[in-house]
C-alpha cells in the first residue's frame, strides 16, 4: 500500500501526500495534544497536524524556505514561546535528546507551558525578559538554534543580543518580523528590507521568505552565526 504520509526535506518533518499539502510532525507523546490539533495515524505512529496559520514556522515551511536549521538533539532557545504551540512541533523535532527552552515574559503563558512542560520533559520553561539575556544565563546553556517571536519595536536588537550570547559558532537564528510592531507607519516591504540591513552586518542571511496569506505583514530571516 503507498504512503500517504511522507518525509519532508527538514528533518522529523513529514507532508501528507494527499490533496492540498499539510505538514505534519511525529507525536513525541502518543495520545495526547494540546491545541485541539488534528492527528494522523499511519502503521504504529501517529502524527500532529501543524498548522500554518498558527506557527511562523509552519508557514515558512508551507512557503518553501530553503531552510530551517533545526534537527534531531538540537538545543533551541526559543524568545516568545507564549502558550508553546509552535515550541511543542520543535519539541516533536529535536526529540527526547533534544531541548527547548522556551522563554517568555508573561507569568499566564508560562503558566501554559509549565503544564505543556510536564508532559514533554525536553520543554524548558523560562520565566523572563528576553530584552535582557544576561538575567537567564544560569538557566540555559548555548544553543544550536535561537528562534525569535516577539512584538517588540527593538526585535533586531534583542535578536542579536542573544544570538551573541547564547548561540554556537555557525548556529542557526531565525528571526520572526511583525511589520506593524515595528512601525506602524511604514510599508511592511520598507520594515522587512531596513531589518535584512541591520542584520546583514551582524549575520549571514540564508534565507528570508513573506508569510503571507498565512500571517499578514510578518516575514522570517532565516540566519547563520558567522
Given at each position: 500500500?503507498?504512503?500517504?504520509?511522507?518525509?519532508?526535506?527538514?528533518?522529523?518533518?513529514?507532508?501528507?501526500?494527499?490533496?492540498?499539502?499539510?505538514?505534519?510532525?511525529?507525536?513525541?507523546?502518543?495520545?495526547?495534544t494540546?491545541?485541539?490539533?488534528?492527528?494522523?495515524?499511519?502503521?504504529?505512529?501517529?502524527?500532529?497536524?501543524?498548522?500554518?496559520?498558527?506557527?511562523?514556522l509552519?508557514?515558512?515551511?508551507?512557503?518553501?524556505?530553503?531552510?530551517?536549521?533545526?534537527?534531531?538533539?538540537?538545543?533551541?532557545?526559543?524568545?516568545?514561546a507564549?502558550?508553546?504551540?509552535?515550541?511543542?512541533f520543535?519539541?516533536?523535532?529535536?526529540?527526547?535528546?533534544?531541548?527547548?527552552?522556551?522563554?517568555?515574559?508573561?507569568?499566564?503563558?508560562?503558566?501554559?507551558?509549565?503544564?505543556?512542560?510536564?508532559?514533554?520533559?525536553?520543554?524548558?520553561?523560562?520565566?523572563?525578559?528576553?530584552?535582557?539575556?544576561?538575567?537567564?544565563?544560569?538557566?540555559?546553556?548555548?544553543?544550536?538554534?535561537?528562534?525569535?517571536?516577539?512584538?517588540?519595536?527593538?526585535?533586531?536588537?534583542?535578536?542579536?543580543?542573544n544570538?551573541?550570547?547564547?548561540?554556537?559558532?555557525?548556529?542557526?537564528?531565525?528571526?520572526?518580523?511583525?511589520?506593524?510592531?515595528?512601525?506602524?507607519?511604514?510599508?511592511?516591504?520598507?520594515?522587512?528590507?531596513?531589518?535584512?540591513?541591520?542584520?546583514?552586518?551582524?549575520?549571514?542571511?540564508?534565507?528570508?521568505?513573506?508569510?503571507?496569506?498565512?500571517?499578514?505583514?510578518?516575514?522570517?530571516?532565516?540566519?547563520k552565526?558567522?
Open positions: 500500500m503507498r504512503k500517504i504520509i511522507n518525509e519532508h526535506k527538514f528533518f522529523g518533518v513529514y507532508e501528507i501526500d494527499k490533496g492540498r499539502k499539510k505538514i505534519l510532525t511525529k507525536n513525541l507523546t502518543p495520545k495526547k494540546f491545541f485541539d490539533e488534528a492527528t494522523y495515524k499511519e502503521g504504529r505512529e501517529e502524527y500532529r497536524l501543524w498548522d500554518p496559520s498558527r506557527s511562523k509552519a508557514a515558512a515551511i508551507m512557503k518553501d524556505v530553503s531552510q530551517i536549521g533545526i534537527k534531531p538533539k538540537d538545543v533551541v532557545l526559543y524568545l516568545g507564549s502558550h508553546g504551540y509552535t515550541p511543542s520543535l519539541s516533536d523535532i529535536v526529540g527526547e535528546d533534544g531541548i527547548i527552552f522556551a522563554l517568555d515574559f508573561a507569568p499566564r503563558v508560562v503558566r501554559d507551558l509549565v503544564m505543556l512542560a510536564e508532559k514533554r520533559k525536553n520543554i524548558v520553561p523560562i520565566l523572563a525578559d528576553c530584552k535582557k539575556p544576561q538575567t537567564y544565563v544560569d538557566r540555559v546553556i548555548l544553543a544550536d538554534v535561537v528562534y525569535q517571536d516577539i512584538a517588540q519595536k527593538n526585535q533586531v536588537e534583542i535578536f542579536l543580543k544570538c551573541n550570547m547564547y548561540l554556537k559558532k555557525d548556529g542557526f537564528a531565525l528571526l520572526c518580523v511583525k511589520a506593524r510592531s515595528v512601525d506602524v507607519t511604514k510599508k511592511p516591504a520598507e520594515i522587512f528590507n531596513k531589518v535584512r540591513t541591520q542584520l546583514e552586518d551582524k549575520i549571514i542571511i540564508v534565507d528570508y521568505r513573506k508569510l503571507d496569506p498565512f500571517e499578514k505583514d510578518h516575514c522570517i530571516f532565516v540566519c552565526k558567522k
